[in-house]
């Protein structure tokens, strides 16, 4: 049967849908170890009592919950607030230090919390400390729903990075941002599910994501801003929340945010910084949404693309794509935009005459829309 279709709002763009995907959780026994970390580098030193010298705040390392007031103390310092002034609408929302020189810092967002400044308006971040620096956009990628904007401050404590690959449901993380216009908001919870399909924004101007769900409090503001693990690093980036539908007179959170899992914003974040523009993975064909029954009916092959090349027919029905179960078109393309271009994957389809066959190729690449 399929998945109930929900409400999704992000941040300034309101109307998505999601679809169902889930895993189990397994938990792990960690001693716990007492460290300082340096607040300008990050770097760790070891601590014999829990205490700490002036410049550096006190983590639980191996902790199987997550500390938050240490980790607080770790990240808060790589979270920023965005405001956006421009014609097109304003807003605010918040992002991550991802790289930061003597001169230069950039920062890692969403495309829907800079979007409206592309063609004219300003940005203005806020640090940690109260300090505002005008922002300029160095790219966006409004498929991913990812943006990197940049402000003339270097030497900035750059948030430490993690592993999205590696969470499982149940790994309590903590959302940083500024929700409603509140810098310096911290919320903390688990990870309530993952690989989970989402799309976000208006009708053929759509973003996808393999979204990691989460219970910690995530509202319209939070945009952008990092989902770290227990260690404080992070692993994903907040984009998006479901709300109950256009009836309801509330449209906080309810306990079901999406974030784009880390390792997927990573590599288009650094193809942006070096080129100001970014890729995505195509496997060249159209799906047919009128489509009703389970999976993804093929409509259109693009010549000389990958589905072509393999030999795939129009009319086939994908089931799965690498082992996941393919609902609808909106799972098989959030299931292909979860690789890069490049990258083997493996197919099976119901064939128009019947029975099925399984194709496997490497995926093409095609530039993203900023």
């Known amino acids: 049967m399929k998945n109930t279709f929900l409400k999704v709002l992000t941040g300034f763009i309101i109307g998505a849908t999601v679809v169902g995907g889930h895993a189990i959780a397994t938990q792990n026994n960690v001693p716990v170890v007492k460290a300082c970390v340096d607040n300008k580098t990050n770097a760790l030193y ?10 550096r705040s006190a983590i639980d390392i191996g902790a199987t919950g997550a500390n938050v007031k240490s980790i607080a103390q770790l990240v808060s310092p790589s979270v920023v607030s965005i405001e956006v002034t421009a014609v097109a609408g304003s807003g605010t929302g918040s992002g991550s230090i991802y790289k930061s020189n003597s001169d230069i810092s950039y920062i890692i967002t969403n495309n829907h919390v800079v979007a409206d400044a ?30 990197v904007i940049s402000i003339k401050k270097g030497s900035l404590p750059e948030i430490p990075l993690g592993d999205s690959a590696t969470i499982s449901i149940g790994d309590p993380v903590i959302a940083f941002g500024s929700p409603l ?41 939070n945009s952008g801003g990092p989902l ?56 060249g064909v159209s799906f047919d949404t009128a489509y009703t029954g389970i ?37 098989a393309i959030v299931r292909i935009r979860s690789h890069a271009p490049g990258d083997s994957v ?21 530039p993203a829309l900023p």
Request: charged share 15%; glycine share 12%; hydrophobic share 40%.
């Open 181 to 221: 216009g509140l810098s310096g908001t911290v919320t903390s919870g688990i990870i309530s599910a993952i690989n989970r399909p989402v799309t976000t924004g208006a009708v053929n101007a759509e973003s996808y994501m393999d979204a990691i769900q989460t219970d910690a409090a995530i509202n319209p503001g």
């Open 228 to 283: 770290v693990d227990s260690q404080g690093r992070i692993i994903g980036v907040n984009s998006a929340i479901a709300t109950l539908g256009a009836t309801s007179t509330s449209n906080g959170n309810i306990g079901l945010g999406f974030s784009i899992p880390f390792n997927q914003a990573k590599r288009i974040v650094n193809e942006l910084i070096a080129t100001g523009k970014s890729t995505k993975p195509i496997i």
């Open 118 to 147: 592309a063609t004219g308006g300003t940005i203005d971040v806020e640090l940690n400390n109260g300090d505002v620096y005008p922002a300029t956009i160095v790219g966006r990628n409004s498929e991913y729903d990812l943006a």
């Open 346 to 366: 493996t197919v099976i389809a119901e064939l128009p005459a019947g029975g099925s066959k399984t194709y496997t190729f490497n995926l093409d690449s095609a």
């Open 46 to 55: 070891a601590s014999k009592d829990g205490s700490c010298v002036k410049g």
């Open 295 to 331: 999976g993804a009916k093929i409509s259109l092959l693009t010549a000389g693309k990958a589905a072509e090349r393999a030999g795939m027919q129009v009319g086939s029905i994908v089931k799965t794509i690498d082992g996941f179960k393919i609902s609808d078109a909106i799972s």
